[in-house]
């Protein structure tokens, strides 16, 4: 039987038994099967294998607190795979953006808010990648998050300014000694008020993007102080607010002096929001898998009601959307790696068409994969929407995945703006 939140059991034995994380599994790989290579098909199973005998070990039920798994996955280099950290003496093979996807989609089925939790990790982890330099302190930041030692975020967004990244009003002043004092406000950061590590950005000059700066922070440092952000449909997730008084950056902890924070604040961005796209993937398969077996064993009226043409062909609707997006991201992730492999780098041809890309995928993704959690738990009727499975978790977390790296208008102005660029080539 699945172990999940609820005192009261809606759903009987036989279908909660039905609903185990191994059988989820056997559904998306015999859907997945036909388009991986061997090499990502063998680490999806090797990870979801992992998270079946992780489940058993701690006898799972999903009303902890998830940050405390961190440990434990990233010893397994389950944190992320994008990188196979050679500089840190890690070597994890196989990764690339296909194997991340793989890894996102395993985490997901075993636990779609951890999945969202280490992802905010990840965010921090890419700019010390990028710009460590090989300085000490860098170094070690960057190792304890991807081993889940320790816990990161990335200080973007602000109360006044939301998805406008730009014009930030949080500052910081340059000392004598090279080092750097901020003051200002963060808000909305996932894990937030749980990190231990942070890469913040503010500016010298406040509404000027050119004069913007990254920081790598220690959270223990005096002068940063995090609350927690009540966000009611993720409430395992550490969403944060943070205030910032004369906290002081050391000089080694300068990732980008003013000037040079936008251009690093934009590096990463399109691959952040594929990342986004493959969480928003993974949640759709979910809520599919979940129907997919309910339907086919709950009777009403003496028949299996996925034989019910209200039942059985909104669910194969959404079953063909989600792997044609599936199909979709999947060619994307393997173009991304068969790039880096080749050059070691994305051309910056294909990196700037690849952001309204990204931005089509990202709004097409969150869009959809709220509406399959939505219409397959209203195919499951009530067991649907209590506590006995993750549905509950699915509904939530998907209702803000069109917010969350940027907000849907923020994609369609990326991608309206790509349209009037297209018409001045031609």
Known sequence: MENKKGDVQCINDEILEKLSLKNRYKFLNY?????????HFDFLKQTQKFFINFEKKHNITHNEDLY??????????LVTRVHNFENLGLNYEPYGHTTEFMRALATDFFDPQLTM????????????????????????ALKELAMGEKIGCICITEPERGSDAVHMLTTCDEQDDGSYLVNGEKIYQTNGSKADWAVMYAVTEKNNGNTMAQFLVDTTWEGWNAERVNIPWTPRIHIGKETFTNLRIPADCVLGKPGDGRSHLFEGLNLERLGIVCLNVAQAWNA??????????????DQVILKYQGVGFPLADLWAETMS????????TQMIDNKMKEQGTLPKEFNLALGATAAQLKCVSAKLCERVAYECANLMGGAGVCDNTLMQDLLGITRIQEI???????QQYIMSYALRQLFKAI
Not at 117 to 138: Q, T
Not at 404 to 410: A, L, S, W
């Open 325 to 332: 997006l599936t199909l979709a991201a999947l060619n994307i």
């Open 31 to 39: 859907n997945l099967m036909t388009y991986l290579n061997k090499e």
């Open 68 to 77: 405390d798994w961190i440990p434990e996955i990233g010893k397994e280099g």
């Open 404 to 410: 969350g790296g940027g907000t849907r208008q923020v």
């Open 288 to 301: 599919i898998t979940h129907a997919f077996i309910y339907v086919n064993m709950r009777k009403q009226f």
């Open 117 to 140: 939790g280490m992802g905010a990790s990840i965010l921090a982890i890419s700019p010390l990648l990028l710009h460590n330099e090989d300085v000490e302190i860098r170094l070690k």
